[in-house]
């Protein structure tokens, strides 16, 4: 929370949502599965790390799951 600055609630969405991509990519590499290096999975771990904060920060009602996503998307796409 204070690292980030966001709220306690955010903080434990954000560690669900990192959560589920660590599960993601410990099962491929347990499985022998994992295509990806040790630098990409930290690479992939810091983008989503990145993108989580940055779509709270940024896109009001994101958090809340009261955000237009077309109109999000429609600004994304157009830059």
């Not at 949502?17 to 599965?33: C, R």
Request: charged share 30%; aromatic share 14%.
């Amino acid at each position: 929370e204070r690292i980030y600055n966001i709220s306690r609630e955010q903080a434990e969405r954000y560690f669900r949502d990192m959560w589920l991509v660590v599960h993601s990519l410990a099962t491929l590499t347990v499985t022998g599965s994992a295509p990806y290096t040790e630098e990409e999975m930290g690479r992939i771990l810091t983008e989503f790390s990145v993108s989580i904060c940055k779509a709270y920060k940024e896109i009001p009602g994101f958090f809340e799951g009261k955000f237009d996503k077309d109109a999000v998307f429609r600004e994304l796409v157009s830059k």
